[in-house]
C-alpha cells in the first residue's frame, strides 16, 4: 500500500499563497496523484491531478491560480496555490489509485482569511 503525507497547508490571508507538499513511499512518476478537498460540511472534490505521465487537469475554480507538479529530488506531489479565496478553505487531501485500493493522505487544513 502506498504511503502518503501531506504538509504545507496553514492560515492565510485572501489573495496570499500557499504551497502543499505531497510526500509518496514510491515513485511518484510510477503513480497518478489527485489533490482533493473537503470544506466543512461539504463533499470532498477534486481540485487538480497528475498522470504518471506528467498530464494536469484542473477543476474550474482554481484553474489559473493553482498549480500541479513533482519535485524530482524530494518525491513530491506539490499544489502551488496563488490568489487564495477564503471559498478555498478545506482540508486538502492526496490520493493516488495505485495498489488494490486507493491511498489517502491524512490531509492539511487550508484556512484564508477575507
Known amino acids: 500500500q502506498v504511503q502518503l503525507v501531506e504538509s504545507g497547508g496553514g492560515l492565510v490571508q485572501a489573495g496570499g499563497s500557499l504551497r502543499l507538499s505531497c510526500k509518496a513511499s514510491?515513485?511518484?512518476?510510477?503513480?497518478?496523484v489527485d489533490w482533493y478537498r473537503q470544506a466543512l460540511g461539504q463533499q470532498r472534490e477534486l481540485v487538480a491531478q497528475?498522470?504518471?505521465?506528467?498530464?494536469?487537469n484542473y477543476v474550474d475554480s482554481v484553474k489559473g491560480r493553482f498549480t500541479i507538479s513533482r519535485d524530482v529530488a524530494k518525491n513530491t506531489v506539490d499544489l502551488q496555490m496563488n490568489s487564495l479565496k477564503p471559498d478555498d478553505t478545506a482540508v486538502y487531501y492526496c490520493t493516488t489509485d495505485h495498489g488494490p485500493q486507493r491511498a489517502w493522505g491524512q490531509g492539511t487544513q487550508v484556512t484564508v482569511s477575507s
Open positions: 514510491i515513485s511518484i512518476f510510477s503513480i497518478n
Open positions: 497528475i498522470t504518471s505521465g506528467g498530464s494536469a
